[in-house]
Every structure is written in C-alpha cells, then in structure tokens.
C-alpha cells in the first residue's frame, strides 16, 4: 500500500479547492422594508412576495452559471441572520450568510470583498437582488473577463452599477470611496476612479434594475417571451397581471397631468 505524504494530501486539496466567489448583496424579506417605491405603488404584501421571487430566481441564475464558483450571502440587516437561513431552509437551500458590515453602501461593499478575498478567493464578483432577470451568460463573462482584466463593471440603466468584480491581487480600495451613492453618477464616478488607478477594466453589457413603477412595467414587458418568461417572477407577475397594467395606467395619466 503507498503512502500519501502531506504534500501529496496539500496538492489534492488546492486542486478541487474553488478559487472563485460570488458575493449576493441582499435585503431580509419582510413587509415595509423592502423596494418602498414599489410598496408605495402595489403595497407591502405585493412587494413582499415580488421580492422573494427575485431571491429566489437569483439564487437560481447563481447556481447555474458555467463557472464553478462559491455563492456567500451578505445580508441586511445583520439581525436577521438566523432569521434569513430559516427562510433558506424551507427553499432547500443552504449558503454561508454573512453581515454587511459598514456605514454606507460603499464601506459594506468593500468589506464583503475584504472577506471574500481572505478566504482565499481568487476572483470574486458582486452582484445585488434587483436583477432577476440578467442573463447567467453576462455572469460567466464577468468570471471569464478576469483572467485578462484587473476588474469588472456591469453599468446599470440608471447610472449606477449592477456588477463589480476583481481580482484578488488588484482589488482596490479606492473605488468605494468618495463615490455619491445612489445617483446617476455612481458608475460613471467609479469608471473615473478605475482610470486614475491605471486598473484594466472589463465594461459589461447595460442593464436594468427595478426600482418603480415603470421599471416593472418595462421588466414584464421584456421579458414576455424571453427566457426569463417561466420564471417565478414572470408566473407571479403574469397571475397578478391586473393590479400590475392597473398601475401602470394610474401611474401615466398622474404623470400626464403633471405635463404642462
């Protein structure tokens, strides 16, 4: 019988060891604190059972992508830990879930990749839950695209950003700081701060987030026919598809009164 020496037994272990991560950026479920825009419009409960299809659909689309890779959880807020692997459970899943950590959305996002990164991850990528609908192709890309480019960037359709990945030995720091969050800047002020930092940086396809009203109008017209459309967000859209024109409808004669 031969003997495996330690090295051998190390050798195997960083072979099947996976080098990259996927950070998901997400909210707790619960009624009144989640996509308040929206909530204002179809109400909590409407919003509520919306929002767990995303997780759903995302936690989905980040299992099937053709890139072996580790999914870790970030979650606010960071009570609801237990609260949220409860959640997991009665969907069969299990993933590591971690705390934002940080004063703003900048702090906590740098801090997830500072995690990621000391377990020794070698490419991470961080994508949030209001994009049920990317494509999993556009997150293989984002993996693919770190093997010649320092960073990636999927800019979204309202100025900021839907995607943001690095590599481990050029993770920078700088990219979330002094950045005016929430704004029509934000992708374009951080495209600024990859330049000054001399980073090669990989600009993924445009997409949209779905914030209002009319983001969820334009979303479920979309995706009608496409490859999303028997989806739990389109099944759940399509049986309430009533309240949903209805709003839609209600939301354009107001804003068409507004004209002057």
Known sequence: MKTCHLSCIIGIFEEVQISKGIIFFL????????????????????????YECFIRDMLEKLESIDVECDVHLFLTPSD?????????????????IHPQEGKGLGQ????AFKHMFQQHYE???LVGSD??????????????????????????????????????????????????????????????????????VKILLQWWDVDNVQDLAAFFERN????????????????????????????N????HQIP
């Open 27 to 50: 909210k707790y479920p619960r009624k009144g604190k989640i996509k308040t825009r929206l909530a204002k419009a179809y109400g909590d409960t409407f919003v509520l059972k919306l």
């Open 80 to 96: 609801k830990i237990t609260a949220m692997r409860r959640w997991l459970n009665k969907e069969n899943k299990d993933y590591p």
């Open 108 to 111: 906590r996002m740098e801090n």
């Open 123 to 125: 490419d991470c990528i």
């Open 131 to 200: 994009f049920p609908d990317l494509p999993a192709a556009v997150l293989a890309e984002a993996f693919n695209s770190l093997r010649t480019s320092d960073a990636v960037i999927g800019p979204a359709a309202d100025g900021g950003y839907y995607l943001l990945g690095f590599q481990r030995k050029k993770f920078c720091e700088a990219v979330f700081q002094g950045i005016k969050w929430s704004t029509d800047s934000v992708f374009r002020e951080t495209k600024k701060t990859f330049k000054n930092e001399k980073l090669r």
């Open 224 to 251: 009608m026919y496409s490859d999303f459309s028997e989806s739990r967000t389109m099944k759940f859209l399509i049986t309430n598809q009533e309240e949903l024109l209805k709003k839609v409808r209600d939301k």
């Open 253 to 256: 004669l107001q804003m068409s």
